[in-house]
């Protein structure tokens, strides 16, 4: 998931969108930096503390009008919003079926042929499929928490004139940095491929 945004890798950032989605309902956000002091990479988790309910369901309310009068930007924004998975895939179990894929493959390979390539199967998953708009609402803040908190703890976050669910006049809330960058009619740096 390379959304223009880089925490350390695809797996990482599926992983702490993963995390972010179980954490939405005890009103935390889970970030992560990763820093170079010296020689050495020093990544740090940030448990943020975020009432979300309102970002909830300001972003359902958004959501559901895009769909009345927007919907094909709301389509062209929510179809960048994807990761390609490629798994390895035997020849042995293909014939077998996908369900069978994973399970009965082989940890090491068999042949002794290093030259072989292995077969992979590619697939595009979206990250915020069509659903109930506050589904959709509570999926963009599970993918763009970890981001925003990101944002926030290095103070990258872009200054708002106006905020709606947070204590500070000049930092946005999560649902406005997903309204203004993800969802807006505005450039979107964030969806830049």
Not at 37 to 45: A, F, R, T
Not at 74 to 85: A, H, P, T
Not at 112 to 117: G, L, N, Q, V, Y
Not at 118 to 137: F, G, I, S, Y
Request: glycine fraction near 6%; aromatic fraction near 6%; proline fraction near 7%.
């Amino acid at each position: 998931m390379r959304l223009a945004f880089a925490v350390a890798n695809t797996n990482t950032d599926l992983r702490l969108a993963a995390a972010n989605g179980a954490l939405l309902r005890h009103r935390v956000l889970l970030g992560v930096t990763d820093t170079v002091e010296g020689c050495q990479s020093v990544i740090q988790l940030w448990f943020v503390y975020f009432n979300l309910e309102n970002c909830v369901q300001f972003l359902s309310d958004h959501v559901r009008e895009m769909k009345t009068s927007q919907e094909s930007l709301l389509r062209n924004r929510l179809s960048q919003l994807c990761v390609v998975l490629e798994t390895g895939v035997s020849p042995m179990t293909t014939a077998e079926g996908p369900e069978n894929l994973l399970e009965e493959a082989p940890l090491l390979p068999s042949s002794s042929h290093p030259t072989e390539r292995p077969l992979l199967q590619t697939e595009l998953h979206q990250l915020v499929p069509e659903a109930e708009p506050e589904e959709m609402a509570q999926q963009l803040l599970a993918v763009f928490g970890g981001y925003y908190i990101r944002l926030l703890v290095t103070s990258q976050l872009p200054r708002a004139t106006g905020t709606r669910h947070t204590d500070s006049p000049s930092i946005p809330c999560p649902c406005q940095l997903i309204e203004a960058h993800i969802l807006g009619t505005g450039c979107c740096p964030f969806l830049a491929r």
